[in-house]
């Protein structure tokens, strides 16, 4: 009884977790989409700065994805672990550090050599910039889990 009960308990975690990425998600993917319509209008080289493309787009809208990320965290995800609330912010913040390093790298990745055209459905099109975008939160989300989990909150 007592596993069966830590069992749905992780599983409702899991499902939390996946709602507070889906959100942060939707606001870093929204964010990106602004940043990247506004951000070349003002500074060209945003779409290709030294062979990257839109960093500065990344890092603004990974950064909106981190904050509200952390706030969806601590409101419905984990439980208050053995840390003060300034070290396990700057624990979050140092993990989304790292976070964001391979957001980039993975989204330089899928952006040169994965997607190269839309994406067209019935409902939307998908440019390789946001098809980028979303392949390199799904891809650090897992790591993000397990190590939130493991080291930050410790539950």
Do not use: D
């Not at 993917?29 to 062979?51: D, R």
């Amino acid at each position: 009884m007592v596993c069966m009960k830590k069992l749905i308990l992780k599983q409702k975690q899991i499902f939390f977790f996946i709602l507070a990425g889906g959100l942060s998600a939707i606001i870093e993917i929204g964010s990106f989409k602004i940043f990247s319509s506004i951000l070349p209008l003002y500074y060209p080289s945003e779409t290709n700065l030294w062979g990257i493309h839109y960093p500065f787009s990344n890092i603004l809208s990974t950064s909106c994805g981190i904050i509200s990320n952390y706030f969806f965290s601590i409101w419905f995800v984990f439980e208050r672990g053995k840390h003060s609330k300034k070290r396990e912010f700057a624990y979050f913040m140092a993990l989304s550090v790292a976070s964001t390093i391979f957001s980039l790298l993975f989204f330089q990745l899928f952006f040169t050599f994965v997607f190269q055209e839309n994406l067209k459905t019935p409902v939307f099109t998908f440019s390789p910039e946001i098809m980028s975008k979303i392949s390199a939160i799904v891809v650090v989300s897992i790591l993000n889990y397990s190590l939130k989990k493991k080291v930050i909150f410790n539950n």
